[in-house]
């Protein structure tokens, strides 16, 4: 086994391999999911006037000090208007949500505390200064920084920078990552299965993980098992500008695995066997100039080679900040095997009244989708440890969606 390359040595050397895209000025309205090249300052404090809270008048809290007490009501401000008028003792202003407060005024009482008589009103209550008030730069100051170069922008973060009143972001390119299965067993759905044959799924789900990843796709299809088209679609890649090529399977010993024997011959081979189970044959190099990563043609195999070698890459091509893929840690209930190698093995965590409990799929098989689609974790035998016991904690990568 001291062939084989321990996993955190392999993700090294891949994320290694790979740097930023460019970035380039984008629409608000085309940023969402895209990653912050340069951090973003505000240019304004938020609120930018001190406003009203409430729908109320404007006052001078010390006019209320013995309320309930009368006051002439000399203005009326909505929202969006800048109040022309001083408010001197005794007076008051009618104000809606949203609106600047006036100078001299030091609050807002709202309408629900007052009772309107023809040209005053009736302030049923005291205030104090600063009450139903929402104060310039409470929120935020001119200058600070809110959101970091490496961020993905969500839809809260576009809300935040509109209200800024900023309108395009300096984002990274979302990286090209070109896809190939290989396989002269492949069929695509839809269509009749001969014998032999069986439906190519890696293509759509390697193509998903890409699509939600902060990732373009450039669809490759299904080369034949023959050296010329594997040779031709990895052409294509690089003329297409790729950032990451990705394979699926012909990365193992087989006479007809091509992509390996393409990279070696015609490319680079940097590895191509890697300490973890399942997805051992997972190949990293590079063809002329464009980084390859092949993962074993296995569908499970596929699925976690994606997760825990591609996604790094991706990560790194798109501006984002290096992430452990770990996402929890439970409590076994029931004892894990493995051969040493670092397994990631499919199974169900759930959390009752705080307690995250795991276990594993029956079905173990790297061929096997249908355990993959039923597991909610991968759970994670670190490398050198052969079982882990019943009621010890066990590291996981969530792979459900979110709350299942
Ligand atoms: P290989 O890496 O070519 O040796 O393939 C390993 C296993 O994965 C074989 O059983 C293949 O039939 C299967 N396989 C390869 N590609 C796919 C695919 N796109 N969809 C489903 N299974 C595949
Ligand atoms: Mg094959």
């Not at 590079?286 to 890459?313: D, E, M, Q, R």
């Not at 990631?344 to 705080?354: E, F, H, K």
Request: hydrophobic content about 45%; charged content about 20%.
């Amino acid at each position: 086994m001291s062939d084989l390359l321990p996993v955190v040595e392999a993700q090294n050397r891949i994320r290694a391999a790979f740097a930023p895209v460019a970035a380039h000025w984008l629409d608000l309205a085309d940023a969402l999911g895209r990653v912050l090249a340069e951090d973003v300052s505000a240019a304004l404090d938020l609120p930018p006037f001190t406003n009203s809270s409430m729908d109320g008048y404007a006052v001078r809290a010390a006019d209320l000090a013995h309320a309930p007490a009368r006051l002439r009501v000399v203005a009326d401000i909505p929202a969006g208007v800048a109040p022309e008028r001083t408010i001197e003792p005794g007076e008051a202003a009618r104000i809606m949500t949203g609106a600047m407060l006036p100078p001299g005024a030091d609050a807002v009482i709202p309408v629900e505390d007052t009772q309107a008589e023809g040209d005053s009103v009736l302030a049923q209550k005291q205030v104090q200064p600063g009450d139903y008030l929402r104060p310039r730069g409470s929120d935020l100051q001119a200058g600070e920084v809110v959101l970091r170069a490496g961020h993905r922008l969500r839809a809260q973060d576009l809300g935040l920078l509109a209200a800024l009143g900023v309108a395009r972001v300096r984002a990274y390119h979302k990286p090209l990552v070109a896809l190939l299965s290989s396989g002269d067993e492949l069929v695509a759905p839809g269509e009749p299965l001969g014998p032999g044959k069986i439906y190519d799924a890696n293509s759509i789900t390697l193509a998903s993980l890409v699509a939600e990843s902060c990732a373009e796709l450039l669809a490759l299809g299904v080369a034949r098992d023959d050296p010329a088209q594997v040779r031709e679609r990895l052409e294509t890649a690089v003329s297409q500008g790729a950032d990451l090529i990705l394979t699926s399977a012909g990365v193992s010993v087989g006479a007809f695995d091509y992509v390996r024997a393409i990279l070696e011959q015609e490319g680079r081979l940097t590895f191509w066997r890697v300490n973890v189970r399942p997805g051992k044959p997972l190949a990293f190099g590079a063809y002329h100039g464009v980084p390859v990563i092949g993962l074993p043609g296995n569908p499970v195999s596929a699925f976690v080679g994606f997760l825990i070698f591609v996604t790094p890459a991706i990560h790194r091509l798109a501006g984002l900040p290096e992430r452990a893929p770990v996402t929890g840690s439970a409590v076994l209930e029931e004892a894990l095997e493995s051969d040493g190698r670092e397994s990631y093995l499919r199974g169900s965590v759930i959390t009752v009244d705080g307690q995250t409990s795991a276990r594993q799929a029956k079905n173990q098989s790297s061929g096997n989708i249908y355990a993959l689609s039923q597991a909610n974790a991968l759970l994670i035998v670190p490398s050198g440890v052969k079982s882990l016991p019943v009621g010890s904690a066990v590291n996981f990568i969530r792979i459900g969606n979110e709350g299942e």
